[in-house]
C-alpha cells in the first residue's frame, strides 16, 4: 500500500455517484482525503535535512457513514515516507482508526477510536492535529450519558495510539457534570459543578519497580463554571497523580527515578458585551507532564493538552521564537518543577460613525502574557523568566477595498527554559494591506521587521499574494536575516480551489525553528524543496 493508492481511492470515492449524497432511509457516506507531498533537495547554504529517498509523503483518508443514531467511520493513513521533521514514529501504511457509535438525546455508546478531553485537558485528552503528526486516540469504548442538560457523564476505557501502533498502556477515566442552574430552572445564570477521575496503568518490569517506579498512577480534577450578563468565570484544579522522572545524580544507590506529583491549577475569567471583551488566564503547571509510554521522548508521547497561553501569531517574524509551555524539566544541576504566568486579552470594536470608528468602524486589541519558573517547588513563588510578550494590533476598513493590520509585539523569550535569567529581547512590527480591485481579484501585501541584539540579529519579511476569487491564489514571500546569516528564506507557490478541492503547489526554503498549532509546538529542521498539497471532502 502506497501513496498512488490512496490518491486513487480518494479520487474514486469523490467521484462515485451519489458517494455523498443522501438516501431516501436517511443515510449518507462522507469523507475527505489530504495529501502532503515534498520532493526535497540538497541546500548546502541552510544545511537543509534531505532524506535517503528525496521524497516524504503524508496522506489521510477519512471514511465516515451515517444512518440514523447510528455512525462508522474509519481512516487511512500513508507515510511513504514520513515528511522531514514528523515523529520517526508515523511510518508505512495502516488503517489507524475506525470506530462504531450509536446516540439518541440521553444515551450513547462509542467502541473502536475515539476522541476525549476532561475539562480543559489538562488532566486527559485525545485528539488529532495533522500538522504536529499527533494522533493519540484512545482505542476501546466510551458510554455517555446526559439528562436534561442538568446531569451528565462519561465513562471511558481503552489503549492510547502511539505512531502507527496501539500502546499497552491501559486508561481508564469517568467525567461528570452538574447544572444546578438548569436544574433550577434559572435563565439568566449558568452554573456547573464538574470532576473527572483517570486512571493510567502501564505494565513496568520489577527492575523499573525497585528502581522507585509504579506501573499505575491516578488523578483527579475539580472545575466550576459561572456565567452571568456578559461575565464569566472558570476554575479548575488537577491532582495528576504520581509522575516519575530519571535523576540525572543517580549514582547507584536508593532510587533511579525521582518521585514526583503533578498537579495544575487554572483560571479563566472575563467580560463581553457591547464591542469590549475582556479575558484573564492563570495557570499554574507543575509536574504535568502525562505520557502514553513512560520515559519516550517522541512529541507524540502525551496524554493530556496543556497549550501555551499566549497570542498564536500567524506572521512569519512573529514565530521564529514561539513559546511552549514547561511542565517540569529535570536536569544536571537544574530543576524546575515547572511555569506559572498568565495572560490578559482586550479588544474593542469601535463603532462606525464614532470619532476612531470613521464610517467603517475600528478594531483594536492588545494581549499581555507573562510566565516564570517555579522558584521552589510546591510554592506559588515565581523564578527566572520564562517568556514575555506585549502585542497591540488595530484592523480597519478604510474603504470598500482598502484594508489594514497593524501589529506590534514585544517578546521576551528565555533561550536555556528558565536555567538562568538570560532573555532575548525582540520589536517586531507588521503591516497587513489588503486591496480589492473587483469581486473577484484582490492583492494582499505583508511587510515585516524585527529588531534585536540577540539570536541572529535583525530580520525583514514580505509577502505578496494575489488573488482571482473564487478559484486562483498565487503568492511569493521572502524572510531574510539582516545579521548574522545573510540567508533568504524564499518562497513561492499558487493554489487552485474548486467546490471542496484544494490543489496548491509551492517551492521554497525553509529554516529550522518550531511549528505550532493551538499552542502545542514541535521543532522542524531546515529544509528546501517542492511541495505538493491536495484537500478533498465528499
Given at each position: 500500500m502506497?501513496?498512488?493508492?490512496?490518491?486513487?481511492?480518494?479520487?474514486?470515492?469523490?467521484?462515485?455517484?451519489?458517494?455523498?449524497?443522501?438516501?431516501?432511509?436517511?443515510?449518507?457516506?462522507?469523507?475527505?482525503?489530504?495529501?502532503?507531498?515534498?520532493?526535497?533537495?540538497?541546500?548546502?547554504?541552510?544545511s537543509?535535512?534531505?532524506?535517503?529517498?528525496?521524497?516524504?509523503?503524508?496522506?489521510?483518508?477519512?471514511?465516515?457513514?451515517?444512518?440514523?443514531?447510528?455512525?462508522?467511520?474509519?481512516?487511512?493513513?500513508?507515510?511513504?515516507?514520513?515528511?522531514?521533521?514528523?515523529?520517526?514514529?508515523?511510518?508505512?501504511?495502516?488503517?489507524?482508526?475506525?470506530?462504531?457509535?450509536?446516540?439518541?438525546?440521553?444515551?450513547?455508546?462509542?467502541?473502536?477510536?475515539?476522541?476525549?478531553?476532561?475539562?480543559?485537558?489538562?488532566?486527559?485528552?485525545?485528539?488529532?492535529?495533522?500538522?504536529?503528526?499527533?494522533?493519540?486516540?484512545?482505542?476501546?469504548?466510551?458510554?455517555?450519558?446526559?439528562?436534561?442538560?442538568?446531569?451528565?457523564?462519561?465513562?471511558?476505557?481503552?489503549?492510547?495510539?502511539?505512531?502507527?501502533?496501539?500502546?499497552?498502556?491501559q486508561?481508564?477515566?469517568?467525567?461528570?457534570?452538574f447544572?444546578?442552574?438548569?436544574?433550577?430552572?434559572?435563565?439568566?445564570?449558568?452554573?456547573?459543578?464538574?470532576?473527572?477521575?483517570?486512571?493510567?496503568?502501564?505494565?513496568?518490569?520489577?527492575?523499573?519497580?525497585?528502581?522507585?517506579?509504579?506501573?499505575?498512577?491516578?488523578?483527579?480534577?475539580?472545575?466550576?463554571?459561572?456565567?452571568?450578563?456578559?461575565?464569566?468565570?472558570?476554575?479548575?484544579?488537577?491532582d495528576?497523580?504520581?509522575?516519575?522522572?530519571?535523576?540525572?545524580?543517580y549514582?547507584?544507590?536508593?532510587?533511579?527515578?525521582?518521585?514526583?506529583?503533578?498537579?495544575?491549577?487554572?483560571?479563566e475569567?472575563?467580560?463581553?458585551?457591547?464591542?469590549?471583551?475582556?479575558?484573564?488566564?492563570?495557570?499554574?503547571?507543575?509536574?504535568?507532564?502525562?505520557?502514553?509510554?513512560?520515559?519516550?521522548?517522541?512529541?507524540?508521547?502525551?496524554?493530556?493538552?496543556?497549550?501555551a497561553?499566549?497570542?498564536?501569531?500567524?506572521?512569519?517574524?512573529?514565530?521564529?521564537?514561539?513559546?511552549?509551555?514547561?511542565?517540569?524539566?529535570?536536569?544536571?544541576?537544574?530543576?524546575?518543577?515547572?511555569?506559572?504566568?498568565?495572560?490578559?486579552?482586550?479588544?474593542?470594536?469601535?463603532?462606525?460613525?464614532?470619532l476612531?470608528?470613521?464610517?467603517?468602524?475600528?478594531?483594536?486589541?492588545?494581549?499581555?502574557?507573562?510566565?516564570?519558573?517555579?522558584?521552589?517547588e510546591?510554592?506559588?513563588?515565581?523564578?527566572?523568566?520564562?517568556?514575555?510578550?506585549?502585542?497591540?494590533?488595530?484592523?480597519?476598513?478604510?474603504?470598500?477595498?482598502?484594508?489594514?493590520?497593524?501589529?506590534?509585539?514585544?517578546?521576551e523569550?528565555?533561550?536555556?527554559?528558565?536555567?538562568?535569567?538570560?532573555?532575548?529581547?525582540?520589536?517586531?512590527?507588521?503591516?497587513?494591506?489588503?486591496?480589492?480591485?473587483?469581486?473577484?481579484?484582490?492583492?494582499?501585501l505583508?511587510?515585516?521587521?524585527?529588531?534585536?541584539?540577540?539570536?541572529?540579529?535583525?530580520?525583514?519579511?514580505?509577502?505578496?499574494?494575489?488573488?482571482?476569487?473564487?478559484?486562483?491564489?498565487?503568492?511569493?514571500?521572502?524572510?531574510?536575516?539582516?545579521?548574522?546569516?545573510?540567508?533568504?528564506?524564499?518562497?513561492?507557490?499558487?493554489?487552485?480551489?474548486?467546490?471542496?478541492?484544494?490543489?496548491?503547489?509551492?517551492?521554497?526554503?525553509?529554516?529550522?525553528?518550531?511549528?505550532?498549532?493551538?499552542?502545542?509546538?514541535?521543532?522542524?529542521?531546515?529544509?528546501?524543496?517542492?511541495?505538493?498539497?491536495?484537500?478533498?471532502?465528499?
Amino acid at each position: 500500500m502506497n501513496s498512488v493508492f490512496f490518491i486513487v481511492l480518494a479520487a474514486a470515492a469523490a467521484l462515485a455517484p451519489g458517494s455523498s449524497k443522501s438516501s431516501e432511509s436517511g443515510s449518507w457516506l462522507t469523507g475527505s482525503f489530504e495529501s502532503n507531498t515534498i520532493l526535497y533537495h540538497q541546500d548546502n547554504k541552510t544545511s537543509a535535512i534531505v532524506p535517503d529517498s528525496h521524497f516524504g509523503s503524508n496522506n489521510y483518508l477519512k471514511l465516515d457513514y451515517n444512518s440514523g443514531k447510528f455512525t462508522a467511520g474509519l481512516q487511512l493513513e500513508a507515510y511513504e515516507p514520513v515528511l522531514v521533521g514528523y515523529p520517526s514514529e508515523l511510518s508505512s501504511a495502516a488503517l489507524t482508526n475506525y470506530y462504531v457509535s450509536w446516540n439518541d438525546d440521553d444515551f450513547g455508546i462509542t467502541a473502536g477510536t475515539f476522541y476525549e478531553q476532561f475539562g480543559s485537558g489538562l488532566l486527559f485528552r485525545t485528539w488529532e492535529d495533522r500538522a504536529l503528526g499527533m494522533n493519540n486516540a484512545l482505542m476501546g469504548a466510551r458510554i455517555t450519558y446526559n439528562y436534561k442538560d442538568i446531569l451528565s457523564a462519561k465513562v471511558i476505557y481503552g489503549l492510547p495510539r502511539f505512531g502507527m501502533d496501539i500502546s499497552g498502556t491501559q486508561v481508564k477515566g469517568a467525567d461528570f457534570s452538574f447544572s444546578p442552574s438548569r436544574l433550577l430552572g434559572l435563565n439568566n445564570i449558568y452554573l456547573s459543578l464538574e470532576g473527572s477521575l483517570l486512571n493510567r496503568y502501564e505494565w513496568l518490569s520489577a527492575d523499573y519497580e525497585l528502581d522507585g517506579c509504579k506501573s499505575g498512577t491516578t488523578g483527579f480534577s475539580g472545575r466550576v463554571n459561572f456565567e452571568t450578563g456578559g461575565f464569566y468565570f472558570k476554575g479548575e484544579y488537577v491532582d495528576a497523580g504520581e509522575k516519575y522522572y530519571y535523576d540525572p545524580l543517580y549514582d547507584g544507590s536508593g532510587n533511579m527515578y525521582l518521585k514526583k506529583r503533578g498537579n495544575a491549577q487554572l483560571i479563566e475569567t472575563g467580560y463581553n458585551a457591547r464591542g469590549l471583551g475582556i479575558g484573564l488566564s492563570l495557570r499554574r503547571l507543575e509536574w504535568m507532564s502525562s505520557q502514553n509510554v513512560n520515559g519516550n521522548p517522541s512529541t507524540l508521547n502525551m496524554l493530556n493538552y496543556i497549550p501555551a497561553m499566549c497570542t498564536q501569531y500567524t506572521y512569519m517574524l512573529t514565530t521564529l521564537h514561539p513559546y511552549s509551555s514547561r511542565t517540569g524539566d529535570v536536569g544536571v544541576g537544574f530543576v524546575n518543577s515547572g511555569e506559572m504566568g498568565g495572560q490578559l486579552d482586550v479588544y474593542y470594536n469601535f463603532r462606525r460613525g464614532t470619532l476612531l470608528g470613521g464610517k467603517r468602524g475600528t478594531k483594536v486589541h492588545a494581549n499581555f502574557s507573562t510566565y516564570y519558573t517555579i522558584a521552589r517547588e510546591g510554592t506559588f513563588r515565581p523564578g527566572n523568566l520564562l517568556f514575555r510578550d506585549f502585542s497591540a494590533d488595530m484592523e480597519k476598513y478604510w474603504n470598500k477595498q482598502f484594508k489594514t493590520i497593524l501589529l506590534y509585539s514585544y517578546q521576551e523569550y528565555n533561550p536555556t527554559y528558565g536555567a538562568d535569567n538570560s532573555t532575548w529581547k525582540s520589536h517586531i512590527a507588521v503591516a497587513d494591506m489588503l486591496y480589492k480591485f473587483s469581486k473577484s481579484f484582490s492583492t494582499r501585501l505583508e511587510l515585516q521587521y524585527l529588531h534585536t541584539l540577540s539570536d541572529k540579529k535583525d530580520w525583514v519579511a514580505a509577502l505578496l499574494e494575489v488573488n482571482f476569487a473564487p478559484r486562483w491564489s498565487v503568492y511569493v514571500s521572502d524572510m531574510y536575516n539582516l545579521g548574522l546569516t545573510k540567508i533568504n528564506y524564499y518562497n513561492g507557490g499558487f493554489a487552485y480551489t474548486k467546490s471542496r478541492t484544494r490543489l496548491s503547489l509551492s517551492y521554497g526554503r525553509y529554516k529550522s525553528g518550531y511549528i505550532c498549532s493551538g499552542g502545542v509546538c514541535r521543532q522542524i529542521p531546515a529544509y528546501t524543496g517542492l511541495n505538493l498539497a491536495l484537500t478533498t471532502s465528499f
